[in-house]
């Protein structure tokens, strides 16, 4: 039987907490539409996918929005990938940055761990 791991530690998710229907035409890849407390969740870091891969020709104006909905409180970001650190004694793992109890820790990366 193939194993499957878990890959969410991959992606990054935000909410609309405006209140109402909103679209939000930075999100990749053309704008997404969200009802009130909808999540929407992109591949890889959100603000790296806003930015479009830095292409300075729109990117600017996707940021300004960006920051203008979390501003504005329409909407939050509620999940981005953890980093992945390179132990330094321990040369051949890595560990991903984790918060449990409002404790900081590590645990092992997400595809590393079988989806149950």
């Known amino acids: 039987m193939a194993r499957i791991y878990d890959l969410g530690c991959l992606y990054s998710t935000v909410k ?6 909103k679209k939000f035409g ?3 890849p053309h704008g997404k539409e969200l ?3 909808e999540e929407y969740t ?3 870091n959100v603000l790296d996918a806003i930015a ?3 292409d300075r020709a729109c990117s600017k104006r996707s940021i300004t929005s960006f920051e203008t909905a979390i ?5 939050e970001i509620t999940a981005t990938p953890s980093p992945i650190l390179k132990d330094s004694v321990l040369t ?6 984790v918060v449990a109890g409002e404790d900081l820790g590590v645990d092992d990366p997400c595809w590393e761990s079988v989806a149950s």
């Open 26 to 28: 930075f999100l990749p």
């Open 71 to 75: 501003d504005d409180r329409a909407l």
């Open 92 to 97: 051949n793992r890595s560990f991903m940055l």
């Open 16 to 21: 609309n907490i405006s209140g109402g229907t």
């Open 52 to 54: 479009n891969g830095f």
């Open 35 to 37: 009802d009130d407390d």
């Open 42 to 44: 992109v591949f890889g």
